[in-house]
């Protein structure tokens, strides 16, 4: 082989969808908005739709028109960015559901007479309706009959942040005495117990095994192969920039995967590991566009590929490393990896 392979797991990905559920009384949606992050929408969705979801989220309508091309009809697909201007034919095609954001969205779509939820601003700034829009949109969006009225808490990954509970104050403000599902938590949301719970969660994050679900099981595997091993003298350097140079006579394995792939360049000045079998070998030098260098003095009998990603070092770990979050990593897996999951039905 000469591209990484990427194994995910789908029966992690379930349980962790499993276990984030079963810490609230609530329904749980998935969110599997950019490609599933990173690991595949259409096969994640089909997955989790066996282990009981019912409810997606996609951040735009064509990932919504991908997803229900797999999963079907039923499911609920919800789309964060609601309607945009053009959005319109994907969304009635395929019978998405948009997160309404603004008077203008209501506007463009509440008399169509389809389903549509609706998102508020309770202090992100970024997303959602603002108190005063809210006001003027809100006696005509109830009298239609949200599928959902929800928010998006910016804090939630500090549980001691006083944001997490300034926005749960002003999201029972604004949908005060509504009487359609209401929904606040994302995964951070949801660790920070019931008061966030509402009527519906959605987990994104702790599905593919990313902080703050510090119970998750890992979902991704790494693998990336060997091209060219060589003997490096004490004293020789390795990569652009002479950045490693040998402090003994090394053995340096030069492996196929780079920035490209989505392994950041930044993590190169970290503490970043690839296993040799269980032998953890540092990754040396700068991370190129399609290279990685790593020192395997000390690996013994090397197999064909080295592995980035495991139980042992998670994309929280390679994020730290990165400066960056799991999220990122998650994210920048690279297209020219070799998929393949384990755990399909
Ligand atoms: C991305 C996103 C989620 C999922 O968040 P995680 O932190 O990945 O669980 C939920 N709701 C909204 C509005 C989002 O943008």
């Keep these: 082989m000469s591209t990484g ?19 609230t009384g609530v329904p749980t949606a998935a969110v599997v908005k950019a490609d599933g992050y990173g690991c595949h929408a ?12 019912t409810k997606f989220f996609v951040a735009v309508a ?25 959005d319109a034919p994907l ?46 949109v809100r006696d005509e969006a109830i009298r239609r009959g949200p599928k959902l009225v929800m928010s998006h808490l910016a804090c939630a990954d500090e549980p001691g942040h006083p944001m997490n509970a300034g926005q749960l ?14 929904s606040l938590a994302a995964t951070g949301g949801i660790l920070l117990g019931p008061d966030y719970h509402f009527d519906l969660t959605r987990p994104g994050v702790g ?22 091993t060589r003997a490096v003298a004490a004293g020789e350097t390795v990569g652009y920039g002479n950045m490693w140079r040998a402090t003994r006579d090394s053995r340096v394995a030069t492996v196929s995967a780079g920035y490209a792939d989505g392994l950041i360049r930044a993590m190169g000045a970290g503490t970043v590991q690839l296993f040799a079998g269980d032998t953890p070998c540092p990754l040396i030098g700068r991370v190129s566009m399609d290279l990685i260098t ?52």
């Excluded at 259409?42 to 979801?53: D, E, Y």
């Excluded at 990932?63 to 309607?83: D, T, W």
Aim: glycine content about 10%; hydrophobic content about 45%; proline content about 5%.
């Design 169 to 182: 104050a002003t999201f029972h403000e604004m949908t005060e005495g509504l009487t359609c599902p209401r």
């Design 207 to 228: 599905l593919y095994g990313g902080d703050p679900f510090a119970g998750a099981r890992p979902v991704v595997t790494l693998d990336l192969p060997v091209i060219q």
């Design 62 to 86: 064509k990932e919504g028109a991908a997803l229900r091309h797999a999963l079907g009809e039923g499911p609920e697909i919800y789309v964060f960015s609601g309607v945009c201007a053009g």
């Design 294 to 345: 790593v020192d395997v003095t000390d690996a013994g009998t090397l197999p064909p590929a080295l592995t980035l990603l495991n139980a042992r070092q998670t994309v929280d770990d390679l994020a730290a490393a990165a400066g960056t979050i799991g999220y990122e990593i998650l994210t920048s897996l690279g297209a020219r990896y070799e998929r393949r999951y384990e755990g399909l039905q």
């Design 91 to 136: 969304i009635l095609e395929h019978a998405l559901i948009p997160c309404l954001n603004s008077a203008e969205q209501a506007d463009r779509f509440l008399d169509t007479g389809l389903p549509f939820a609706i998102q508020l601003d309770t202090g992100m700034n970024r997303l959602g309706m603002e108190a005063d829009e809210w006001a003027a």
């Design 5 to 23: 392979h990427l194994t995910i797991d789908l029966d992690a990905i379930a349980a962790n969808w499993q276990a984030l559920d079963a810490l």
């Design 42 to 53: 259409p096969t994640v969705a089909a997955r989790l739709l066996q282990a009981g979801a």
